[in-house]
């Protein structure tokens, strides 16, 4: 096991003898670090912290602390990383509240850049980009493969659906759909991420469904109910619409117009 003579590791903490440490990083007695993780220098992962294999925290990353949420009183709460993430420098992730659940997660193969934020009983899907100083408020759910532009920001207890591209500076209060795009303060939905489809390998009848299923939502002069229904007996029993269908229909907050 590599760890640097400087760095602080409480002896209680279980590390896989493939972890590296770097020089000043701290490693609190709750936590768990799977195999191949590197710790840079400086980084902090204190709390209840379960940190899977093949993982990259960069130095000055702040990993496990407890919420920035007045009513935290201290109960015990987790927080459970995947693998094959990178947490940039400044970033922050934390743990979780009674109140929400108990456990913040990260899934597999996401991306922190920079100053990025994960907040208490966020779930945050595989594949997700948050670019730097993106921030996700307490019990925001995100879906697979959604990327966060710069200084974007997502309100408490919004969903994100999967494939969804936030844009850089975006303000997001109300949940926003699959495979869209959205800007804007408040963020308002523009179009569809093509891009994004493609990069999933959505074949060309997949992206017509989706683009028309966006049309009716959209572009039509139905009421919202009425058109969800519209998208059902149009393309229902395929795979990609049934998952818009029911993201739709499960909202609390309302869906991004």
């Known amino acids: 096991m590599a760890i640097h003579p400087t760095a602080v590791v409480d002896r209680h903490a279980e590390l896989d003898p493939t972890v590296e440490i770097g020089a000043f990083a701290v490693i609190g007695p709750k936590v768990r670090i ?3 993780t590197r710790v840079g220098p400086h980084a902090v992962i204190e709390g209840d912290t379960t940190i899977g294999e093949g993982n990259v925290i960069f130095q000055f990353a702040a990993v496990g602390a407890i919420p920035q949420d007045l009513k935290y009183a201290g109960e015990a709460t987790r927080l459970v990383i995947g693998d094959a993430n990178q947490i940039r420098e400044f970033a922050t992730v ?4 009674a109140g929400g659940g108990g456990v913040t997660r990260v899934g597999n193969h996401c991306l922190l850049m920079a100053n990025s934020h994960v907040a208490h009983d966020v779930q945050l899907a595989d594949g997700c980009i948050l670019a730097n100083s993106a921030a996700l408020a307490g019990h925001v759910a995100v879906e ?3 990327t966060f532009g710069g200084l974007s920001a997502v309100h408490q207890f919004t969903r994100i659906g999967r494939l969804a591209f936030i844009s850089g500076g975006a303000m997001v209060t109300q949940d926003v759909p699959p495979y869209v795009t959205v800007q804007g303060d408040r963020a308002e939905v523009v179009g569809i991420n093509t891009v994004g489809l ?5 074949s060309n009848e997949q992206q017509s469904r989706v683009k028309d299923a966006f049309k009716i ?3 039509s002069k139905l009421g919202f109910r009425e058109a969800i229904a519209h998208v059902r ?3 229902g029993g395929t795979e990609e619409i049934d998952h818009l269908v029911a993201f739709l229909e499960n909202s609390e907050r309302g869906i991004a117009r």
Request: charged content about 30%; aromatic content about 10%.
């Open 233 to 235: 007996a149009e393309h």
């Open 34 to 36: 799977g195999a191949r």
């Open 217 to 219: 939502l959209y572009r």
């Open 198 to 202: 493609t990069r999933a390998h959505f």
């Open 94 to 97: 934390h743990i979780g509240t």
């Open 144 to 146: 697979d493969r959604v």
